[in-house]
């Protein structure tokens, strides 16, 4: 079931999602400071064009907060807000249910990428 739930999710929203993070990850790839953060950005694209299956659990300590703060600041609030919108459009069908709450799942991981494992 949820290869027929990642094939529509891709033609539905997360091509575009997914294109997103890999932009963001490019550029944070530009500075030799923020190569660690464009991988996280580029690992994480994977997890948006494919969603359904995975798991996310949250942790990390200081070094993941001070991260998160500095992503949040130049690209997270911009890939959350992003999702936030694809996934109320979405949410107006019943159809589209599914897959605007991956989207509010995404959302959420875009504040907070660092400290998160993706299972």
Do not use: D
């Not at 907060?65 to 949410?91: P, T, Y």
Request: some cysteine; aromatic content about 14%; charged content about 5%.
């Amino acid at each position: 079931m949820s290869i027929i739930g990642n094939l529509l999710w891709f033609l539905c929203g997360g091509l575009l999602s997914g294109l997103s993070w890999c932009a963001a990850g490019l550029f944070w790839c530009v500075t030799i400071v923020g190569i660690p953060i464009g991988m996280q950005c580029f690992k994480l694209a994977g997890l948006t064009f494919f969603p359904f299956g995975k798991e996310i659990q949250y942790g990390g300590g200081a070094g993941s907060f001070l991260m998160n703060v500095l992503w949040m600041i130049f690209s997270g609030f911009l890939l959350a807000l992003e999702s936030i919108i694809m996934g109320a459009v979405l949410c107006i069908t019943i159809v589209g249910i599914p897959f605007g709450l991956q989207h509010f799942k995404i959302a959420k991981l875009a504040l907070m990428p660092f400290g998160a494992e993706v299972r």
